[in-house]
């Protein structure tokens, strides 16, 4: 069963975190690390709050994403505040179009 996570945090800059986040170096983090698909939002009230989720085939793969010291030094690179990070593992039970 895919696995989503739910992540929301505060950025320094939006348009630095962003540059860092679209970098051929995260991007690399990501698959390597098993993500495979994103979505990435930022608040209409309050443009240093970004939510970004990314599917996983397995919980597994997403728990060790969210530990690796690359990602860690990716997201201080760009300037989130982990002080503000919320981080939910969530089961993908049905997705679609209409």
């Keep these: 069963m895919p696995t989503i996570t739910l992540v929301h945090h505060r950025v320094e ?5 962003r540059d860092v986040y679209d970098s051929d170096e995260v991007r690399t983090v990501q698959l390597a690390g098993g993500v495979s698909q ?19 085939d397995t919980e597994a ?19 989130v505040d982990g002080d ?4 939910q593992y969530l089961d993908e039970i049905a997705s679609g179009e209409f």
Excluded: I
């Design 13 to 17: 800059d939006f348009d630095k975190w």
């Design 61 to 79: 793969d997403a728990r060790r994403f969210f530990e690796s010291g690359e990602l860690r030094d990716a997201m201080e690179e760009a300037g």
């Design 84 to 87: 503000s990070l919320q981080l």
């Design 38 to 56: 994103h979505h990435v939002w930022r608040s209409t009230e309050d443009t240093q709050l970004v939510v970004v989720v990314h599917r996983f």
